[in-house]
């Protein structure tokens, strides 16, 4: 069994629902689009120093394949979904609710992130995927309670 692995997965578990009471407190004082555009700053930042780190280290690149005409639209979707509706529509909601029950609304990211993989993108969802979604709706309804 590969513990590294299992050992980052609960990490990266426990750093996401950590975020989002921390997000709660970035809204203090400030306009929900202000924390938003702060957050994606923060993120594009610490992306440049591991870039920039990689690139001081001469660390081996992985190559994709480039970027065409034809993934134009996909990519502009994406970019306003993902790199603006979604953090602007989090701190509207974070303003206008308590963290506690923002951080149970966002397990159903997981859920619809699975549901979209299995319905528009047929993506094969096994038994174990479907008993994981399962805990989470089982967990979110007993800390909910």
Known sequence: ???????????????????TPFAKLLLGDMTPQMAAGLLYLGSGAGLAV?????????????????????????LLAVIAAGGVAGPLLLM???????????SLLLN?????????????FREN??????????CIVLGAGVLSW
């Open 1 to 19: 069994m590969n513990t590294t692995g299992l050992c980052l997965a609960l990490l990266s578990a426990v750093l996401f629902g950590a975020s």
């Open 50 to 74: 591991v870039l920039g780190a990689r690139a001081l280290l001469r660390l081996p690149t992985h190559d994709e394949a480039p970027l065409t005409r034809a993934d134009l639209p996909c």
């Open 92 to 102: 509207v909601g974070l303003a206008r609710t308590d963290a506690a029950s923002a």
């Open 108 to 120: 159903l990211e997981s859920l619809a992130t699975l549901l979209i993989a299995w319905v528009v």
């Open 125 to 134: 969802v096994d038994r174990r995927l479907l008993l994981g979604a399962a």
